[in-house]
């Protein structure tokens, strides 16, 4: 006889604002703005964007709830849509002749924003419990202790002043992106008390993609329309999340276990990015 139970849990709660206008100016605003919160007692795989670690006891599914892989509590949206006022039947020059119109006539530039906090940052220590193999204590992973509040180990800051190793910078023993101060080791074959997911968010992300279009009347039933797009038009980066193991020497019962320092305690280090560089291309579609 199986028994199956279902242990796990998602809670969301959110509050969603839109707001849409269509201007007799030729301007079109569409703007959205989303905060939430997720809770949950779930892990799955990471991703580039979202970093993840397992349970530490699988017997404890209570133990495990924090602020959830995906969770983002403020996202803002806006997409901008503006037929420039000049050519024929326009504000401007709306009585140009057709080779002038051709060429001031028809311009569209479109924008679309998007600008979002990052996701909640887990944490694991180096193993100390790997004498009875990686599932010997109820799961494959080991958390570290808490010196007081988990907030304690967010550190402030834009993350272009908060990148690669701490001793770069001459901080040496103090990542950039996180605070190893605010973490002990756990001993071996214990549970450390640091959640599974910290209030500390990764990286945030701030892209605009901007496009201009220019409309041709080729005839009366076709029509020609010539796009320059720039994504990520500011070649703004987004980061991938820092490192996110608390490096512990040591093993055996008897060793509890000591935290590294310098260049060793790679905790809380941003070395990637995850976005691509402004991408310019130019194109064009005919309907008819």
Known sequence: MNVSSTNGFSRYNSLAVKVQKRLASGLTLLSTYTWSANWDNLWSAGSQVYATYGPQDIYNPKAERSRALNNVPNRFTMAISYNLPFGRGQRFMGSAPWYVNELIGGWQINDEWT???GVPLSIQQTDLSTQYGPTGIGGTYQRPNLVGDAHAACLSGRPQSRLGSATVYGNIGQPQYLNAAAFTPARPYTFGNAPRMLPCQGPGSNNSDISINKNFKVTERVNAQFRAEALNAFNTP??????????????????AGTAA??????????????NYSRIIQLGGRISF
């Open 261 to 274: 320092s310098g260049t060793a305690q790679t905790l809380g280090n941003v070395s990637t990015q995850i």
């Open 115 to 117: 600008l979002q906090n």
């Open 238 to 255: 987004q980061f991938g999340n820092p490192t996110l193991t608390y490096v512990v020497t040591g093993n055996g019962a008897a060793n």
